[in-house]
């Protein structure tokens, strides 16, 4: 007798949502809805969501997919006791939101002009002729506002993988690594083409280099260093069967390493070596045959050699890279100044997407160049200067729940929860240096990994 599929079965895959007479057919639909959507958006996000300005349209699309994926899978929390997060994650995922959402609350003069940092708004207002008037503690709405979008897919994306078993998360993630050898196919044309040919997705972007579909070649090695570890539960898994699935996925990891070569990106040679530790971890925790385990660290071996193979054949550029003194880089001279930039706006910040503005008034004479910043080029200061307290208090608490959940998966022996607090170590470490989570491809990617980690799934893998 045929086993009946993952996606449809009530004991398999998503939870069972019929629970209290609910209709077995609607309740059928309404994962094969789900499944749909969850596909849609990974392939949407992964097409549009490369780049973090001057795309807004692509942005817009990639939100209003993730709006039927996330009232579907509001819908089965409200059904089903399974697949509805627990209390604190719920608190976590609305305070994400309503801590933009009260940096736009219009605010009377009397209030927000005695706040931090609000005092050179109001005294240019003055100068101007206008009468201050009500206006929210964001010195930026507009981006305020556009952050709050952008926060829904990754939120979508989390609440539709939550209610999927940890063992059934394989077709999901064979998509993933499938948009991302997709990427690296693209690349491979955009090293061919000549710079600023149609290869490239993005007029601005980082021309001569591997990026794919995105534009900045660090999000892109991060993109395809965090879908490493995914790759590796897949070749890890327990059973002989689906020998092809497997080869896939050993291919997308040499060629995920061997790809560093062409994006010449310093922060992704670097985090490669983190990156195979957490493919260990994974191997560690496998619930697989010992040759799968032996063959995982055999694995960890060949992926050495492809680095340095990499390296090798792409020595000359990633070399200038290293060569550039931490000194003369532009990035860490700006820290300084915009450490000093976010105490003046503490404890509130000045507004989620505000960074430009505030940095461009602080920055010094001798750093105004050709080129600007648009961004920190360190996710977790930035966030410091524009949410403040709050936004440390949360990534205090996002950090306390990643730990407890990775060490959950660890003692299940969850292959599959590892490869995903692994996957979301990456991409903060790339945040450290970058802002790869600006984008909504790996915003999404983390909301898909969070929500593996965070399922309540306790099959091992």
Known sequence: ????????????????????????????????????????????????????????LRLAVVELFALPLGVLAIRRATLDRAARPSTAILLLMASLIALPAMQLLPLPPEIWRQLPGQAPRADAL??????????????????????????????????????????RSRPLILLWLACGAVGIGLGVFQLASPQGGPAYLYRTTNLGSLVGAFANRNHEAAFLLALVPLAASIVLGRGRRDVAVRVFAGLFI??????????????????????????????????????????????????????????????????????????????????????????????????????????????????????????????????????????????????AGWAWKTWNAWRVRSATGVAAAGSILLLA??????YPLRTETNLVLFGFCAGLLASRGTRKQ
């Not at 931490?326 to 997407?353: N, T, V």
């Open 1 to 56: 007798m045929k086993p009946a599929s993952p996606w449809r079965s009530p004991e398999r895959g998503y939870s069972a949502i019929s629970e209290g007479g609910e209709d077995r057919g609607a309740a059928v639909a309404g994962r094969d809805l789900i499944l749909l959507f969850t596909i849609a958006l990974i392939v949407i996000a992964a097409a549009f969501g490369g780049a973090s300005r001057e795309n807004a």
């Open 126 to 167: 003055l100068l101007a002729g206008v009468t201050p008037g009500w206006l929210p503690v964001s010195l930026n709405p507009a981006m305020t506002l556009r952050s709050v979008l952008a926060l829904l897919p990754p939120l979508a994306m989390f609440a539709a993988t939550y209610g999927l078993r940890r063992d």
């Open 429 to 434: 470490a790339a945040s450290f240096s970058d």
């Open 254 to 399: 040499g060629l995920a390493l061997l790809a560093l070569a062409g994006i010449h990106s310093r922060a992704g040679v670097i985090l490669a070596i983190p990156t195979l530790a957490v493919c260990l971890a994974v191997a560690a925790r496998s619930q697989a045959a010992r040759w799968a385990r032996s063959g995982g660290l055999a694995l960890a071996a060949l992926a050495m050699v492809v680095v340095g193979a990499a390296m090798a054949f792409g020595s000359g550029p990633v070399e200038e890279r290293f060569l550039t003194p931490l000194a003369q880089d532009r990035r860490s001279l700006a820290w300084p100044i915009i450490w000093r930039a976010a105490q003046e706006h503490l404890p509130f910040g000045a507004g989620i997407g505000a960074f430009d503005r505030v940095y461009q008034a602080a920055e010094p004479l001798d750093l105004i160049g050709p080129t600007y910043l648009n961004h920190a080029h360190n996710d977790f200061l930035e966030l410091w200067l524009e949410a403040g307290w709050a936004a440390a208090l949360l990534m205090l608490l996002f950090s």
